[in-house]
C-alpha cells in the first residue's frame, strides 16, 4: 500500500507544469515523444519507454537524458501503466476514442493521423527560407532591393530570384553575382 501512495505521489510530481500545458504530456516519453510503452521510473524521478531506457543505458557512463545525472537501472512504474491503460484520448486525424495504451499503434496505422501530420510539418516549414530573420546577426544580409532583411545567404537568393528576378535594376545581378561567388567559396 505504502509502495502505491509512494508510486501516485512521484507520478502526480512528474506531471508538474508541463501537464497543465499538455494533460497528456504526462504520459509522453521524453525520449520518443511517445506514449509510455512499459513506463520505468530511474533513480531520479524520471520515466522512460522500457525500451528507450534500454538505449539509454548503453553508454558507459550513461545520463538521464532530462536531468543530466548519473542514469541506472528503474522500476516498473506500476500506477502509470495503470492510468494509461485507463485514460481515453482521441485521435488527431480520425476522431475516434481510444485508451492511451491503444493510441501509439493506431496512430501508427491511421491514414488521416498521417495526413495530419503531414499538415503540420508543411504548415512549420513552408516558406521558411523565405521568411527574413528577426534578429540580424553576421550570417543574415538585408534585400539590395526592398526593405526586407535578415536573410541568410539561401533565403535572400530565393527571395531575390522570387520577387526581383524580373526587375532591371542591376543591384538584383550584383546581388546575384556575389552571392554564387560568397556559396561557391563557401563549398571549398
Known amino acids: 500500500m505504502a509502495a502505491q501512495q ?3 505521489e512521484s507520478t502526480a510530481q512528474l506531471a508538474g507544469p508541463a501537464a497543465e500545458a499538455d494533460p497528456l504530456g504526462r504520459f509522453t516519453c521524453p525520449v520518443c ?5 512499459k513506463p520505468v521510473q530511474v533513480p531520479c524521478g524520471h520515466v522512460f519507454c522500457s525500451a528507450c531506457l534500454q538505449e539509454c543505458l548503453k553508454p558507459k557512463k550513461p545520463v538521464c537524458g532530462v536531468c543530466r545525472s548519473a542514469l541506472a537501472p528503474g522500476v516498473r512504474a506500476v500506477e502509470l501503466e495503470r492510468q494509461i491503460e485507463s485514460t481515453e484520448t482521441s485521435c488527431h486525424g480520425c476522431r475516434k476514442n ?4 491503444k493510441i501509439r499503434a493506431h496512430v501508427a496505422t491511421c491514414s488521416k493521423y498521417q495526413n495530419y501530420i503531414m499538415e503540420g510539418v508543411k504548415a512549420t516549414t513552408k516558406d521558411a527560407s523565405l521568411q527574413p530573420r528577426n534578429i540580424p546577426n553576421r550570417y ?3 534585400c539590395p532591393y526592398c526593405p526586407e532583411k535578415n536573410f541568410d545567404q539561401e ?9 526581383h528576378s524580373t526587375d532591371t535594376k542591376s543591384v538584383v545581378r550584383v546581388t546575384f553575382f556575389l552571392l554564387n561567388f560568397i556559396m561557391r567559396k563557401d563549398q571549398t
Open 33 to 37: 515523444l511517445e506514449v509510455y510503452e
Open 140 to 142: 543574415t544580409f538585408p
Open 6 to 8: 509512494q508510486d501516485r
Open 155 to 163: 533565403g535572400l537568393v530565393e527571395h531575390c530570384k522570387l520577387f
Open 98 to 101: 481510444f485508451f492511451l495504451s
